[in-house]
T-cell receptor, first 114, second 112 residues
Framework: EAQVTQNPRYLITVTGKKLTVTCSQN?????MSWYRQDPGLGLRQIYY???????DKGDVPEGYKVSRKEKRNFPLILESPSPNQTSLYFC?????????????FGQGTRLTVV | AQSVSQHNHHVILSEAASLELGCNYS??????LFWYVQYPGQHLQLLLK??????LVKGIKGFEAEFIKSKFSFNLRKPSVQWSDTAEYFC??????????FGTGTRLLVSP
């Protein structure tokens, strides 16, 4: 079954404690991205990756890092989480960026930073 | 800058009422448009998409949307909603090699 898998689904952590949210897709997609979803703001892109070892900032990259060492995996790293990073995070993948491509989303990770 | 706007932030309907959720986009030229649904506690699911061709697009669960280029609109419709349609709905779009941009979402509550 084609899917995007994120882990964990729920995470509560303390300010400053490094964490990683994993994302894996089994569709051989080149393009992967991370979004955060906040009430009244919709989904905003944090980082994206066009292919292995190619990553770039989205609209709200501050406080986040990503890596793309393998095509299927695209982890999101918070080196020093802060309460304003409390949010719902989604990983997405697609064949590419731009026209005539459809994005597939993971189940989401609800992060709370206290 | 490219943008997608949804005018209704919250909509409350009774079962069997008709639904129309507004979506406007700011792109010129060729555009792809999508409607996603997010049921409580779940991830985003694609309801329908417009790439080209027939401007009336039919999706899953009885939803449809009409691409009206002259109005820069892609409104979502359903003739008769059910309680199970309670969810948050997101319009999204992109053009050229640009990333997918989302609207701020519309929360729909259907009362039984």
């Amino acid at each position: 079954e084609a899917q995007v898998t994120q882990n964990p689904r729920y995470l509560i952590t303390v300010t400053g404690k490094k964490l990683t949210v994993t994302c894996s897709q089994n569709m051989n997609h080149e393009y992967m991205s991370w979004y955060r979803q906040d009430p009244g703001l919709g989904l905003r892109q944090i980082y994206y990756s066009m292919n292995v070892e190619v990553t770039d900032k989205g609209d709200v990259p501050e406080g986040y890092k990503v890596s793309r060492k393998e095509k299927r995996n695209f982890p999101l790293i918070l080196e020093s989480p802060s309460p304003n990073q409390t949010s719902l995070y989604f990983c997405a993948s697609s064949l590419g960026q731009g026209l005539n491509t459809e994005a597939f989303f993971g189940q989401g990770t609800r992060l709370t930073v206290v | 800058a490219q943008s997608v706007s949804q005018h209704n932030h919250h909509v409350i309907l009774s079962e069997a009422a008709s639904l129309e959720l507004g979506c406007n986009y700011s792109y010129g030229g060729t555009v792809n448009l999508f409607w996603y649904v997010q049921y409580p506690g779940q991830h985003l699911q694609l309801l329908l998409k417009y790439f080209s061709g027939d401007p009336l697009v039919k999706g899953i669960k009885g939803f449809e949307a009409e691409f009206i280029k002259s109005k820069f609109s892609f409104n979502l419709r359903k003739p008769s909603v059910q309680w199970s349609d309670t969810a948050e709905y997101f319009c999204a779009g992109n053009t050229g090699f640009q990333k997918l941009v989302f609207g701020t979402g519309t929360r729909l509550l259907v009362s039984p």
